[in-house]
C-alpha cells in the first residue's frame, strides 16, 4: 500500500478530485480559498480591535480553518513517511532552462527532491539581495497580491471559476500573465544578481 501512494498518480485524479471537493463546497454555498484562512487567524489574533478589515465573525471560516491544518499535516505526514527516495522527474526542457539559468537539478536524494532548487532555498541565500528578492518581495508581493484581487490563486482559478464569476477570470488570467513575466523575463535577472 506505501509504495502505490509514493508513486506518482494520474493528473486525471487530481482534476477529479477537485471537482468533486468543489462540488461539495458550492452545494453546501462554501467556496475555497487559502488566503480567507489568513484573513481568520489575524481575526483570531485579535487583529479586528485595530483594523476594520479583520473584524468579522471568523467562525464561519472554522471549515476553512480545520481545511488548512489538513494541509499542513497531510503535507508533513506526505513529506515525512510517504515522500518517494529519487527525485522528481520534471521535463527535460525545463532541467535545460534552469540549468541556463544556473539552477541545477539534484541527481541523488542528497542533493534534495527537486521541488525546490537547494542552491536558491536556503538560510545562506535568505540574506542575500537574491534571497531577499525573491522570499522576502515575492512573499509581499504573493500576500499583497491575494488581498488586492480578493483572493489567492486556488481562490479564483477553482472557486471563482466554478461559479462562474468573471472577476475570477479576470483575476486568472492576470495570474498567468504574471507568471509567464516572471518566468521569462523578471526571474532570470534577479538568478543574475
Given at each position: 500500500m506505501l509504495e502505490l501512494l509514493q508513486q506518482p498518480w494520474h493528473w486525471a485524479f487530481s482534476g477529479f478530485m477537485i471537482a468533486f471537493t468543489m462540488f461539495i463546497l458550492l452545494f453546501f454555498g462554501k467556496s475555497f480559498g487559502m488566503s480567507a484562512t489568513m484573513r481568520a487567524m489575524c481575526t483570531v489574533g485579535g487583529a479586528g480591535k485595530k483594523i476594520s478589515f479583520?473584524?468579522?465573525?471568523?467562525?464561519?471560516?472554522?471549515?476553512?480553518?480545520?481545511?488548512?491544518?489538513?494541509?499542513?499535516?497531510?503535507?508533513?505526514?506526505?513529506?515525512?513517511?510517504?515522500?518517494?527516495?529519487?527525485?522528481?522527474a520534471i521535463s527535460p526542457a525545463t532541467i535545460g532552462y534552469l540549468q541556463n539559468l544556473g539552477v541545477d537539478y539534484p541527481s541523488t536524494i542528497q542533493e534534495g527532491t527537486g521541488y525546490v532548487p537547494l542552491e536558491l532555498f536556503n538560510l545562506e541565500m535568505l540574506f542575500t539581495m537574491k534571497g531577499l528578492l525573491l522570499f522576502i518581495g515575492g512573499g509581499f508581493l504573493v500576500g499583497f497580491g491575494a488581498r488586492y484581487a480578493g483572493g489567492c490563486t486556488s481562490g479564483h482559478a477553482i472557486s471563482g471559476l466554478a461559479n462562474l464569476q468573471w472577476p475570477s477570470l479576470i483575476t486568472v488570467i492576470g495570474f498567468f500573465i504574471g507568471g509567464l513575466a516572471m518566468t521569462h523575463f523578471i526571474l532570470p535577472l534577479i538568478l543574475q544578481l
Open positions: 479583520f473584524d468579522f465573525d471568523w467562525t464561519t471560516q472554522g471549515w476553512n480553518l480545520l481545511f488548512a491544518l489538513g494541509a499542513v499535516l497531510g503535507g508533513y505526514i506526505a513529506s515525512t513517511y510517504l515522500s518517494n527516495p529519487n527525485p522528481v
